[in-house]
């Protein structure tokens, strides 16, 4: 008998992960149920190529509408209100219901906001999807001074973006260093070394006390007590797994849904896949979550497996970039559990990667350097990581000596 | 097919197995790689965004893109993972004397 497979939220895993379900499942009903009226789309050019008008809307969509259709998944612009877990039903505002057989979850994740004690909280811009990419882009069209609250990767994606507009940019980073959740402060160092070079302000280890608005002009008063005047206001500042439907269910959550390596969640036939899940890793034996392009693909696509009946469990390694002016930083595995560190080169003309190792394996890698410098050995270390091959320290060290003879057969 | 198209590239001991080089010829660049079977070649210059896929990883008849990691099969071209999405031009490769040869058309 036909199943009906529903996917709630329309990004990239829950795109990636309905063409894997029909790929294992030719007859069964797949329908993806979506807050946001555009086809699934790639995020990561909104803050870079979309904004400096190198991409174009119609170019950041996975497929068009016509592979969905050859495949027959449905994709449906609607938002869900209420989910019945216990019946299977997931119902809109005007209490229409969808059946499901399985569910699987992909609703992403949201922006934090600021909280400003005066009215200026519409005055604060986000970058998340397109529609705020639009906004943005047209809104500082005929602005000058740009003021990026938060220095994380999508702030600085941001702030490279503008600066390359010939916009003058000031980031504002409460942190001790620039992109401090993930990514060590080596390499953190070199890209503030490169935004400053560009021209842009970089404000480290500061509050914001207050901000005023007179006259169409942004006051930012600091907790050093020293003021930046500025005509937009953009703030990045992390985000949230989108839950809130689930707060009040019986569906685990702990930082997102909690899944096991097979993407399934604390309720049968309930599945959760990308930035709003909480997964076990086998590997690094904890749960992790990503808000990643690679997770979202590979999450979606293992959850496809497993709703489709294919019992595969999820091991990919996470892997991650930011492109900053001309700079490429990649980061792969986790590099926030270690005993040791070695550094490999010390120019990002030919690369700098920094290896995280603990008892001796790989655990993680995180390097910086022009356009692809650094993608081969990143992209090799993602496989030593996950072969768990003890590699000599030396030949890490030594960017004279390639990685690839390390792993091949 | 006319000789004059064959440009020569270097020796074949200039690649190593599994790997690759970047050729430049007037304003084009290309990668020449050696697999198992054999020598093959394709434009040098990923279809997703302009980075010059020499500094790839090579593996099991792919070329993986050292920036986002979009993948393409060296012998058809096909783009296999995303963002890739457009097929990478490939070009013949002959072998004579040691030497290979790629034709530009």
Redo the contacts between chains.
């Keep these: 008998m036909n199943k009906n497979f529903i996917i709630l939220g329309g990004g990239q895993a829950a795109v990636y992960a309905a063409r894997e379900i029909r790929k294992n499942d030719k007859e069964s009903n797949i329908k993806i149920l979506s807050e946001e009226n555009f086809l699934p789309y ?1 995020r ?1 050019p909104l803050s870079k ?1 979309f904004l400096l008008n190198k991409k174009n809307q119609e170019d950041l969509f ?1 497929h068009s509408s016509d592979v969905l259709k050859n495949e027959n998944i449905d994709f449906e612009n609607i938002s869900i209100n209420k989910v019945d877990f216990e019946n299977k039903k997931l119902f809109t505002k005007n209490d229409d219901f969808y059946f499901y057989d399985s569910l699987l979850i992909s609703t992403g994740s949201e922006n934090k906001k600021l909280s400003l004690d005066n009215n200026l909280n519409d005055d604060i811009y986000y970058l998340r999807n397109l529609e705020e990419a639009k906004t943005i882009k047209e809104k500082v069209s005929n602005k000058n001074k740009i003021t990026i609250i938060g220095g994380g990767f999508i702030g600085l994606e941001i702030a490279s973006s503008l600066s390359q507009l010939q916009k003058k940019v000031t980031v504002i980073e409460i942190g001790s260093q620039l992109m401090g959740r993930i990514i060590p402060k080596q390499i953190a160092d070199l890209v503030q070394k490169t935004h400053i070079e560009y021209g842009n302000e970089i404000i480290l280890n500061k509050q914001i006390d207050k901000i005023i608005k007179k006259n169409g002009i942004y006051e930012i008063l600091l907790n050093d007590n020293s003021l930046i005047e500025t005509d937009f206001l953009i703030a990045g500042i992390g985000s949230a797994p989108s839950v809130k439907l689930f707060e009040n269910t019986n569906l685990k959550l702990d930082n997102g849904i909690v899944t096991n390596e097979f993407c399934e969640t604390s309720i049968k036939d309930v599945y959760a896949a990308g930035d709003v899940s909480n997964f076990y890793h086998p590997l690094y034996e904890r749960t992790i979550r990503l808000e990643s ?2 997770h979202a ?1 590979n999450h979606g696509i293992c959850a496809g497996k497993n709703i489709a009946g294919v019992k595969t469990e999820y091991t990919s390694i996470p ?1 991650m ?1 930011s ?1 900053q002016f001309n700079l ?1 930083l990649q980061l792969t595995g986790i590099c926030d559990d270690y005993d040791e560190i070695i550094e490999r080169g010390n120019d990002i003309n030919n690369g700098v990667i920094y290896f995280f190792l603990k008892n001796k394996n790989i655990r993680g890698a995180c390097g910086l350097g022009i ?6 050995d990143i ?2 270390t993602s496989k030593l990581t996950e072969k768990n091959i003890i590699v000599d320290k030396q030949i890490l060290a030594d960017q004279n000596q390639k990685l ?1 003879k390390l ?2 057969k | 097919m006319s000789e004059e198209n064959w440009i020569e590239v270097g020796s074949t001991d200039s690649i190593e197995e599994e790997d690759l080089i970047r050729f430049d010829h007037q304003d084009k660049t290309f990668c020449v790689y050696r697999l198992t079977d054999g020598f093959y070649a394709t434009d040098g210059i990923c279809t997703h965004e302009a980075v010059h896929l020499e500094d790839g990883l090579v593996m099991d008849d792919e070329i993986e893109c050292p920036m986002h990691q979009g993948i393409f099969n060296i012998k058809s071209g096909e783009a296999l993972s995303p963002p890739a999405c457009e097929d990478l031009k490939t070009y013949p490769v002959k072998v004579d004397n040691d030497k290979i040869f790629i034709k530009i058309d």
Excluded at chain 1, 371 to 376: E, L, T, W
């Design positions: 790639e990561p190529d996975f392009y690679q693909q892997w970039w492109d490429n356009a692809g410098k650094v993608g081969r992209r090799i690839n792993i091949q």
